[in-house]
C-alpha cells in the first residue's frame, strides 16, 4: 500500500498549484481517495474526496469552487486542482486512501504531506 503525492511549492496569492498522488496496494475502484491539509496548532481538514465506487465528489465550503479534484483510472492517480490559491490555503497537504467507505470498517491510510504555502 503506498501513496506518493508530489506537486506542493511557494505560490503567490491568486495564483494556481497541482498536487496529485499516485495510489498502489489497493483494489482501485473499491476506494475513496482525496486530500486533507493540517496547519500547525490546527485540526485536520478535509479538502476534497471522490469515491471511485460511484464518483461522487466531496468539497470542504473553504476550498470549493476554487479547487477541483479529478482521477486518472489509467494510472491509479488522483490529482488536485487548487486555483485562486489564499494565505490561509498555506498547510500540508496529504494524500488519503479510505477502504469501505461509507460502510461498517472504514480504514484510511496516509501518504506522505506535501508542504503548498502561499505567500501574500
Known amino acids: 500500500v503506498q501513496l506518493q503525492a508530489s506537486g506542493g511549492g511557494l505560490v503567490e496569492t491568486g495564483g494556481s498549484l497541482r498536487l496529485s498522488c499516485v495510489v498502489s496496494?489497493?483494489?482501485?475502484?473499491?476506494?475513496?481517495i482525496g486530500w486533507f491539509r493540517q496547519v500547525p496548532g490546527k485540526e485536520r481538514e478535509g479538502v476534497a474526496c471522490?469515491?471511485?465506487?460511484?464518483?461522487?465528489?466531496y468539497y470542504s465550503d473553504s476550498v470549493k469552487g476554487r479547487f477541483a479534484i479529478s482521477r486518472d483510472d489509467a494510472w491509479n492517480t488522483v490529482s488536485l486542482q487548487m486555483n485562486d490559491l489564499k494565505p490561509e490555503d498555506t498547510a500540508v497537504y496529504y494524500c488519503?486512501?479510505?477502504?469501505?467507505?461509507?460502510?461498517?470498517?472504514?480504514?484510511?491510510?496516509w501518504g506522505q504531506g506535501t508542504q503548498v504555502t502561499v505567500s501574500s
Open positions: 471522490i469515491n471511485n465506487k460511484d464518483g461522487k465528489i
Open positions: 488519503v486512501a479510505e477502504t469501505d467507505y461509507g460502510g461498517t470498517d472504514p480504514r484510511r491510510y
Open positions: 496496494g489497493f483494489t482501485w475502484d473499491d476506494i475513496a
